[in-house]
């Protein structure tokens, strides 16, 4: 069972645009939703993350959106650039819980052509 | 303060064989994770390790074992590998249980 679910799997946008990668959660005792880039040969960097008690966070180029009642969230990257080429992990966790274990989407490889 | 690092990078075993892959954890961390990560997936959860105790395990088999030190570096033990284990190994470490993971680049672990 696929506890979060991302889309798309693969995005390719122009330098400049706006890259929008989507996903949905299940687990409604997930309280922290981070969001992590992978760059090829490297581990996942945490770039951002929202708690649900906000709808929008933002930090620089990027912004995530959060919808509760929806069970959805979704990363904006604006004025995207060649060096945000990657791949990107939207993830969920419980850390009041206990432990902070995300579990992750299956990734969208991002491409911004120059 | 040095980050998480993992050894070997790259690593290839034969199918039935063991390997042990190591992660020296964040300076003042006390717990670490180990994540597999095939190839077009997210990281899937293995387990975790606070205070040299296990703290939490994934949907893995028996076979897939750990340790954690009284310095916190870990270690990864897979008994009798798998064409399906090939795959790309994260540590993980937080300052403790609850607390945000920071990962290791990874060892690429093929079994032929």
């Known amino acids: 069972q696929q506890q979060v679910k991302q889309s798309p799997q693969s995005l390719i946008v122009q330098k400049g645009g706006i890259s929008i990668i989507n996903c949905a959660y299940e687990?409604?005792?997930?309280?922290?939703f981070p969001w992590y880039q992978q760059f090829p040969g490297k581990g996942p960097a945490l770039l951002i993350a929202?708690?649900?008690?906000?709808s929008e966070k933002k930090e620089g180029r990027f912004t995530i959106s959060f919808n509760k009642s929806a069970k959805q969230f979704s990363l904006h990257i604006m004025d995207s650039q060649p060096g945000d080429s990657a791949t990107y992990f939207c993830?969920?966790?419980?850390?009041?819980?206990?432990?902070?274990?995300?579990?992750f989407g299956r990734g969208t490889s991002l491409i911004v052509h120059p | 303060e040095t980050g998480v690092t993992q050894s070997p990078t790259h690593l290839i075993k034969t199918r039935g064989q063991q390997v042990t892959l190591r992660c020296s954890s964040q300076s003042g961390h006390n717990t670490v994770s180990w994540y597999q990560q095939a190839l077009g997936q997210g990281p899937q959860f293995i387990f975790q390790?606070?205070?040299?105790?296990?703290?939490g395990r994934g949907n893995f088999p028996p076979r897939f074992s750990g340790l954690q030190f009284p310095n916190y570096s870990s270690e990864l033990n897979v008994n009798a590998l798998e064409l399906d284990d090939s795959a790309l190994y994260l540590c993980?470490?937080?300052?403790?249980?609850?607390?945000?993971?920071?990962f290791g680049q990874g060892t690429r672990l093929t079994v032929v």
């Open positions: 993980a470490s937080s300052w403790t249980v609850n607390t945000e993971a920071f």
């Open positions: 687990n409604t005792a997930f309280d922290y």
């Open positions: 929202i708690r649900p008690d906000v």
């Open positions: 993830a969920a966790s419980s850390p009041g819980g206990g432990s902070y274990i995300p579990t």
């Open positions: 390790y606070y205070r040299e105790e296990e703290n």
